[in-house]
């Protein structure tokens, strides 16, 4: 189970941080990442975190403005978006995969292949 919450209303330039708390994972190899879906739009891959060594993936359009991080005693893990931008209003979602098959690069274009999600947060930055 995946439970998303932290977005909001948010100026052009502001920050704010998402969270995605997790329970109930039985592998100890997993991929959980952040995708967002505006109207109209598909849902694009934005960022995401594998547990073993927490290596992290970035989609080219979030690249320096957000960072992904886990907290894995609060099986949270959050996305800290920067420098926010008009164009990145969207309802975000978590989601994760396990046990890993793919790359991060390969869930974040791909993200139909998330085997669990979450419900999103509306993230909206105004200009």
């Known amino acids: 189970q995946l439970q998303a919450s932290g977005g909001g209303l948010v100026q052009t330039g502001g920050s704010l941080r998402l969270s995605c708390v997790g329970s109930?994972?039985?592998?100890?190899?997993?991929?959980i990442g952040w995708f967002r879906q505006a109207p109209g739009k598909e849902r694009e891959g934005v960022s995401c975190?594998?547990?073993?060594?927490?290596?992290?993936y970035y989609a080219d359009s979030v690249k320096g403005r957000f960072t992904i991080s886990s907290d894995n005693a609060k099986n949270t893990v959050y996305l800290q978006m920067n420098s926010l931008k008009p164009e990145d209003t969207a309802v975000y979602y978590c989601?994760?995969?396990?046990?890993?098959?793919?790359?991060?690069?390969?869930?974040?274009?791909?993200?139909?292949?998330?085997?669990?999600w979450g419900k999103g947060t509306l993230v909206t930055v105004s200009s």
């Open positions: 989601a994760a995969d396990f046990p890993v098959h793919y790359s991060g690069r390969y869930y974040l274009r791909h993200p139909s292949i998330m085997s669990y």
């Open positions: 109930g994972f039985t592998y100890p190899d997993y991929t």
């Open positions: 975190i594998r547990s073993t060594d927490d290596s992290t």
